[in-house]
């Protein structure tokens, strides 16, 4: 059964996805040995990419920057493969939107190293964008189920992480700043990849179906 060279592209992109997590805690353990006191504990991962904490703040900072390409190119697969499986068009582009939004903050983020109040922007709300559309968007997905569930506990763990850092203060939270950056990126960026992981898994099932229907649709015509 031969799949569609378009489908195949389109799958291709939507998997790179999965690699968004793994760029994302993979630039940190690249970046920390240049660091030579940096406590993952107590500070955030933002803090590698300042001259006063690290040697080579730029390993970081370019870090973020190249590591945004994952998310671009997943954003183009998420909106392809949402559409090509007859998702509805208004959360299949917001989700696409929110993808972006998310690659964006990661361009900031490296363009504009802490201190910089341009570190951190209205970019970052593309996290939730991103969850709370793509929610809608596979709504119609066979075996959707255990995904949505997924999704909606780590978007529900996300605002609670939110809503406890505010009600506890910064001053409790700063001798674990680090730890609860890292624990807050478990459950909004560690999603992003099991998302790829899913819909690529729906988009292969979808294409080869696809594919063999068109097969089925020659032969009887011929």
Known sequence: MMIHRRDQLTRHAIAVGILIPIVY????VIAIPYAEDYDIVRQVASELGMARVS??????????????????????????GLRRMGARPLPTWLTTVGMLGIALS???????????????GVFLLGYPVWSLS?????????????????LTVNFALSILMLVARGAIGEEVIAPIAGLFQRLFAFVTVVPLGVAAWFLAGRFRKFAAIRAGSSQVASA???
């Open 25 to 28: 805690y993979g630039i940190q």
């Open 55 to 80: 040697s080579r703040p730029a390993v970081y900072n370019l870090g973020r920057i190249v590591g945004s390409i994952p998310i671009w190119i997943a954003a183009l697969g998420f909106l392809l």
């Open 106 to 120: 990661a361009v900031q983020a490296g363009m504009f190293p802490l201190p910089d109040p341009r570190h951190e």
């Open 134 to 150: 793509l929610l809608a968007a596979v709504a119609s997905q066979p075996d959707r189920g255990a995904f949505r569930t997924y």
């Open 220 to 222: 009887s015509g011929s």
